[in-house]
């Protein structure tokens, strides 16, 4: 557990927020979804952890600054809770749009992977997964009884010289150029 109580308590408030009212009725689908997306923020580096946490206390105590509200998010009635996140999410401006965003998938990732939501919403998802599960188990076995082929070389492979005249220090004088003649005129006197 890494936020502290009254963070929490935004983060509940928050996940109240984006639960859909059919789910509401699972008593205990708020709690284990801030749970879990308390421990998924705990995996985050430091930085992102923090501008999480002061995007919840934004969000607490933001209304004011913003003039959307003056009362504390946590203690707004849902409708009111929702119309300050909408508020939010359309502001003009990025900086105060985007950690909300980002803190709303976050949620959005805890409570619709629970499988009161799969089953609330026709969607088992479980099921899919271990079917993808053991195809992938056989494709992995088929895969490892083939033979791979060979490795082509590559072009120009082939030395075109030896490790022995590469490393000679000696000039190496073509039979070509040996046997041209340099003009008279040309010589040195």
Not at 39 to 49: D, E, V
Not at 64 to 82: H, N, Q
Not at 149 to 156: E, N, T, V
Not at 169 to 175: F, K, L
Request: net charge positive.
């Amino acid at each position: 557990m890494l936020m502290a109580r009254y963070t929490r308590r935004i983060l509940s408030a928050f996940v109240e927020e984006v639960v859909p009212p059919q789910l509401l009725d699972h008593h205990d689908l708020v709690s284990e979804s801030a749970a879990s997306v308390d421990a998924l923020i705990a995996q985050y580096p430091p930085f992102k952890r923090c501008g999480l946490v002061l995007t919840l206390y934004f969000l607490e105590w933001g209304g004011p600054i913003l003039l959307i509200g003056l009362l504390p998010f946590s203690v707004l009635p849902r409708a009111a809770r929702t119309q300050r996140v909408r508020a939010l999410l359309k502001h003009k401006l990025w900086f105060f749009r985007t950690p909300v965003k980002f803190l709303r998938i976050v949620v959005c990732l805890a409570v619709f992977s629970r499988p009161e939501a799969e089953a609330e919403f026709e969607a088992p998802r479980r099921d899919w997964r271990e079917n993808r599960k053991r195809f992938r188990a056989q494709l992995v076995k088929l895969d490892e009884s083939r033979q791979d082929p060979a490795i082509p070389q590559p072009l120009g492979s082939e030395p075109l010289c030896s490790k022995a005249d590469y490393l000679d220090a000696r000039p190496i004088a073509s039979d070509a150029l040996t046997k041209l003649s340099v003009p008279s005129e040309l010589e040195p006197n």
